[in-house]
């Protein structure tokens, strides 16, 4: 602190002010911190107080669901054979399907909602404005009694068809958005530079932006894939047989809907946990792989110089003269 600011009666802010203040707020003040800190350790020991009433009363013989006798079923085989094991391969058959297929439509939309072509791009914005804006639920019970009633589907498919498509519309827009945010994110210099070379404005699209594109908003997709397995949940409503109602089956059976919650919860927190954690490697081998790969753009007519040659610019040499004895035709002026 220097003495000028000793005379004039300010501080300049310290470090970790600088680092916690923000364009809305000013770094807080001592009294500040103290309250703040007072008020998070009120908060925490309210959460802990109603924590605690709770597993309490779920202790509670009256409640018994927190029992021993409630959790040995998850113990014994058939829990898992018979319930478990069985919702977890319908949530994973619906998730996986519903992945590749809106991977798929996600790429058609968003490179629709960027073609040149004006009724293509207007007939794509507006299927996922409005497919965007219904919910996962109200789309799944549409495709099951369509497939009931127009396509004749029966048996364990309507409901597995039913799921499907649902998720399939809803986050094919969601990708789609992520892809047309992707490509107008990138500078205008990666468009000119691909027409350019005489690139059409299609193949720029699809060649040069939509790689960069996917490649920026890999995490963001990734983590809607994470959605889509949590939304085929939903499932349980059209009589599907994924995780969420194979558990609730199971609860019926052994009168122990608590603990099944809990380990439907742990089951799903799993997975996804694992699917951040794919999410998380293949974004920083992608990193990775943009820093070690230097580019240089190569345009209609530029010869790359060796590493030998000096970055010097080409000297035009004159024709030699015809004449003999003389190399280079005559100068006129002086």
């Not at 998720?167 to 958005?177: G, M, W």
């Not at 691909?194 to 920026?216: D, E, F, R, S």
Request: one cysteine or more.
């Amino acid at each position: 602190m220097s003495s000028a600011d000793l005379a004039a009666g300010t501080a300049r802010p310290t470090r970790r002010e600088e680092d916690t203040s923000s364009v809305l707020f000013d770094a807080p003040g001592p009294k500040a911190r103290v309250r703040h800190r007072l008020i998070a350790v009120a908060g925490a020991l309210v959460l802990l107080a109603i924590l605690a009433y709770v597993l309490v009363r779920l202790a509670d013989p009256a409640n018994n669901q927190l029992t021993a006798e409630k959790w040995l079923p998850f113990l014994t085989p058939t829990a898992w054979t018979a319930y478990l094991l069985p919702g977890l391969r319908g949530t994973l058959v619906a998730a996986g399907i519903s992945v590749v297929l809106s991977v798929g439509f996600g790429l058609l939309l968003g490179i629709g909602r960027l073609v040149q072509h004006r009724w293509i791009r207007w007939a794509c914005g507006a299927f996922v404005e409005f497919f965007r804006s219904v919910p996962v639920l109200m789309m799944m019970l549409f495709a099951y009694y369509a497939g009931l009633f127009t396509l004749g589907i029966t048996g364990d498919m309507l409901p597995l068809f039913g799921v499907v498509v649902g998720l399939t519309v809803y986050n094919s827009c969601v990708l789609a958005e992520l892809v047309r945010s992707g490509v107008n994110s990138l500078p205008e210099g990666q468009r000119e530079s691909g027409l350019a070379i005489g690139l059409t404005p299609l193949q720029t699209l699809t060649v040069i932006q939509l790689p960069q594109a996917i490649t920026a908003m890999l995490p963001s997709m990734l983590s809607q894939l994470v959605v889509i397995l949590k939304d085929s949940a939903l499932g349980y409503m059209i009589s599907y047989l994924e995780l969420m109602r194979s558990g609730i089956y199971l609860a019926a059976a052994y009168a122990n809907l608590i603990p099944t919650l809990i380990v439907l919860a742990v089951i799903y927190i799993v997975i996804n946990s694992a699917l951040t954690k794919f999410a998380s490697i293949v974004e920083e081998r992608l990193r990775r792989g943009r820093r070690g790969i230097t580019t240089q753009p190569v345009g209609a007519g530029f010869v790359p110089q060796t590493a030998a040659e000096p970055d010097v610019p080409p000297t035009i040499m004159p024709p030699p003269d015809p004449r003999p004895g003389r190399e280079h035709p005559p100068r006129h002026g002086r």
